[in-house]
């Protein structure tokens, strides 16, 4: 009897252990996990001067994702008719140190839709320890909605 009773107040401290480390407020969304991406205008045309700017304190503070590169697109990231390829707006890297990026761009004069998604994409380039003592350089990315008048 008491096996079963000690057994049942071990569990149930594992139990509100469990709870309350699910309870406590992460610091970082998983979403922050490769920048955090805003742009400004969110409405533009071509030859319009665009803000861009990448704050990666999440991904290099709290998920240890130091970025390698930072490259800048304007895609159509969901209904892509096969005729817009991703273009480059910029591929950066990080000052020493640095945990943010802010640049301006102009939009190029590229043949946009008109009515078409468009999102300004940052995929960070960063790397891990590859199983051969080698880094091995990932890709993950995020993005911002904008629209670009046509």
């Known amino acids: 009897m008491q096996l079963v009773l000690a ?11 469990a709870v309350r480390r699910s309870c406590t407020p992460r610091p970082c969304a998983e979403a922050d996990r490769f920048g955090v ?12 001067s665009l803000t861009v700017n990448g704050d990666f304190s999440c991904a290099i503070n709290y998920f240890g994702i130091i970025p ?4 800048y697109y304007i895609e159509v990231p969901t209904n892509n008719n096969g005729h817009e390829p991703p273009i480059l707006l910029a591929r950066r890297t990080l000052a020493p140190g640095s945990t943010s990026d802010s640049f301006t761009v102009q939009v190029p004069g590229a043949n946009f ?10 995929d960070t380039t960063y790397p891990i320890n590859g199983s051969f003592g080698v880094p091995v350089f990932l890709v993950g990315g995020t993005e911002a909605p904008i629209t670009i008048n046509v």
Do not use: K, R
């Open 113 to 122: 839709f008109a009515n078409a998604n468009y999102a300004v994409i940052l």
């Open 37 to 48: 991406l805003t742009v400004s205008p969110t409405i533009v045309a071509a030859g319009v």
């Open 68 to 71: 390698e590169y930072t490259d």
């Open 7 to 17: 057994a049942i107040i071990a569990s149930a401290a594992v139990l509100v252990g």
